[in-house]
C-alpha cells in the first residue's frame, strides 16, 4: 500500500541471481513485474515461475542487451515498452565484474563493464526519474533500489574496475537519496552473495544466499540511504574498515591474488572442456 496499489516494481539483470530474486519477492509482496535482461529464453522462464507461484501477479518482459546502451534510443525503446504502467519501483540490478591484472583486461571488457555498471543505472534513472516525482506528487512513495558492492568502499587489486564502477553507482544514489528525500532511494553494498557471478560460492559466515540477502534489503527500503543488505556484510564490512589502511589492502591483494588464480584456473578447465567437446 506504500507504493500504490497494483503498481509495477522494473528490474534490470532479472534472468537470474539477485535480480531474478529481487522479482520473485517483490511480487510476493504484491508488485507487478517488469523484467528487464537480454536473454529472452531465461526471462521466460522467470515469467512463468513468478505467474505460477503468483497467480494474480501480472508480468511483462523487456529485452534489452545493456552491453548496447550506447546506442541512441536504447533507454527510450525500454521507457516505450512500458509505457502506461504505474512504475513504482525501479531496480537497477544489471551488471558485471571483471577480476585481472588492469594492463591484461581487452579493451572490449573495460567497455562493456563501464556500460553496465555506470551508464545503465545512470540512464535509466534518468529516463524513470521523472515519473517517479510525479507519483510523489500525489502523496505516493516510489523508490529507486541501486545494486553496488561491498567493493564500492575501498580501492581493490586485481577488481580495481569493478570496484570503481560501484563507487559510481553508490555516489549517484546517495546524491539522488539526499537530493530527493521524497522518494525512497537505497543503495545496496552486498558482500558475497551465493550467485553464478561469482561461482555460485557455499555457503559460510560472509557468504549469504540470493534468498537471505533480497529478504533482509528489503526490510530497510523506505528506512536508510544505503545500507550492506545482509548482517553478514555487513559485519565484514565493519570489520575490515577497522583495518589501518596498509594492513587492509596487503590483506586484499593477497585474497584477490588467490581469487584470479583460481578464477583463471577456471577458465583454462572450461576452455578445455569447450575444445574437447567440440572434438567429440
Not at 534489452?64 to 534510443?73: R, Y
Not at 545503465?120 to 534518468?126: D, G, I, N, Q, V
Request: net charge positive; with cysteine; proline share 4%.
Amino acid at each position: 500500500s506504500r507504493y500504490g496499489i497494483d503498481s509495477w516494481a522494473l528490474v534490470t539483470g532479472a534472468s537470474d541471481g539477485i535480480g531474478k530474486e529481487f522479482a520473485l519477492q517483490l511480487a510476493r509482496r504484491g508488485f507487478n513485474i517488469v523484467l528487464v535482461a537480454r536473454n529472452e529464453e531465461k526471462l521466460s522462464a522467470v515469467r512463468t515461475e513468478i505467474t505460477t507461484k503468483f497467480p494474480n501477479i501480472s508480468v511483462r518482459i523487456v529485452i534489452a542487451d545493456f552491453s548496447k546502451c550506447a546506442e541512441p534510443g536504447f533507454f527510450e525503446r525500454i521507457e516505450s515498452e512500458v509505457e502506461g504502467l504505474d512504475i513504482s519501483i525501479l531496480l537497477n540490478n544489471v551488471g558485471d565484474a571483471c577480476i585481472d591484472e588492469y594492463h591484461l583486461i581487452p579493451y572490449e571488457k573495460i567497455r562493456n563493464l563501464v556500460l553496465l555498471n555506470c551508464l545503465s543505472p545512470a540512464l535509466m534513472t534518468r529516463v524513470f526519474l521523472p515519473r517517479l516525482l510525479k507519483r510523489a506528487d500525489k502523496k505516493t512513495r516510489s523508490a529507486i533500489i541501486d545494486v553496488s558492492s561491498m567493493a564500492s568502499e575501498y580501492p581493490r587489486p586485481y577488481l580495481q574496475l569493478y570496484a570503481a564502477t560501484k563507487t559510481f553507482s553508490q555516489f549517484l544514489s546517495e546524491g539522488l537519496a539526499h537530493e530527493h528525500p521524497n522518494l525512497d532511494i537505497i543503495s545496496l553494498k552486498p558482500g558475497l552473495v551465493a550467485t553464478k557471478m561469482i561461482g555460485d560460492k557455499k555457503l559460510d559466515m560472509k557468504v549469504c544466499t540470493s534468498e537471505q540477502f533480497v529478504s533482509s534489503s528489503l526490510r530497510y527500503l523506505g528506512k536508510a540511504n544505503s545500507t550492506s543488505g545482509h548482517w553478514k556484510h555487513q559485519y565484514l564490512s565493519t570489520f575490515l574498515n577497522a583495518m589501518p589502511e596498509g594492513m587492509l589492502q596487503k590483506r586484499l591483494k593477497k585474497n584477490l591474488w588467490v581469487l584470479l588464480q583460481e578464477s583463471k584456473a577456471g577458465q583454462s578447465v572450461a576452455t578445455a572442456a569447450a575444445a574437447a567437446k567440440s572434438t567429440n
